[in-house]
């Protein structure tokens, strides 16, 4: 094993709550890119992020369900509300592949129009697309100071890696490297940076993710800390293996003793 040591974070929920961008950006890909008769945008739904979005929020792995999800709160026949989330929430990945099915939809170009919505934004008002990201100052200053101790920090993210790129550089955070949704599963990448790194923690708020690390004979040798502070589903805080800790923003400080 390398003698070069790395520390790797997910991005969403873990260094930036994007919860105001993720339903602005769906938003408006909803309304400029989906053309889809069952829904209307009104204007004052971009205000505020409705709580029905929040709570489904956990249960989210890529970045085009949150399109799929607008679509069904706004829709103006049977929107999704408070009184059938529960349904929705509760057999997740199967309703979503229902709604892509009614819709004739395909999960790629519902992904395409949130970066082609993304990328709008951006070349039309930058600052107003950084603004709406709400970073954790504490994991930026903890990234800072791992770097001042030589050691490196890699960003692993189901975003595009340019969006992530961007936000991380007004950050003033440069990681040694950001991989996207385009470099393949979290999983596969944490894979062949052992080859090279000794990976010194790797924090996320997606706890299937953690496990799945823990149980590929590969990376199983990964310390996994799950993001208190992230978009964690209320269960995920209970019956946490002894494998995977719980981090609080608090507990940073102890982690630079590394
Ligand atoms: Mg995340």
């Known amino acids: 094993m390398s003698s070069q040591k790395i520390f790797l974070f997910d991005f969403d929920g873990v260094i930036v709550d994007g919860m105001q961008e993720y339903?602005?950006?769906?938003?408006?890909?909803?309304?400029?890119?989906?053309?889809?008769?069952?829904?209307?945008?009104?204007?004052?739904?971009?205000?505020?992020?409705?709580?029905?979005?929040?709570?489904?929020?956990?249960?989210?792995?890529?970045?085009?369900?949150?399109?799929?999800?607008?679509?069904?709160?706004?829709?103006?026949?049977?929107?999704?509300?408070?009184?059938?989330?529960d349904d929705f929430i509760n057999n997740y990945h199967p309703n979503c592949q229902k709604v892509l099915n009614e819709n004739f939809w395909i999960a790629e170009d519902l992904q395409k129009i949130l970066d082609k919505s993304r990328k709008y934004q951006i070349e039309k008002d930058f600052k107003s697309w950084v603004n709406l990201h709400n970073p954790f100052f504490e994991i930026v200053n903890f990234m800072k100071e791992l770097r001042e101790r030589g050691i490196k920090t890699g960003v692993i993210t189901t975003k595009g890696k340019i969006f992530a790129e961007k936000i991380l550089r007004q950050l003033n955070i440069f990681p040694e490297f950001i991989f996207g949704y385009e470099s393949g599963t979290k999983i596969k990448i944490a894979e062949k940076l052992t080859k090279t790194y000794e990976i010194l923690g790797f924090i996320e708020d997606r706890k299937k993710t953690l496990i799945d690390i823990k149980q590929n004979s590969a990376t199983s040798h990964i310390q996994c800390f799950l993001a208190d502070w992230g978009y964690l589903k209320g269960s995920d805080r209970y019956n946490l293996s002894h494998e995977i800790k719980l981090l609080k923003l608090s507990n940073l400080e102890e982690l630079v003793a590394i």
Not at 35 to 57: G, T
Request: glycine share 2%; hydrophobic share 35%; charged share 25%.
């Open 23 to 85: 339903w602005h950006s769906s938003l408006l890909a909803c309304e400029k890119y989906l053309n889809s008769p069952s829904i209307y945008v009104d204007q004052e739904l971009y205000k505020r992020v409705p709580n029905s979005f929040k709570e489904i929020r956990p249960w989210v792995k890529y970045g085009w369900e949150m399109i799929l999800i607008v679509h069904e709160i706004i829709k103006t026949e049977n929107p999704l509300k408070n009184h059938n989330k």
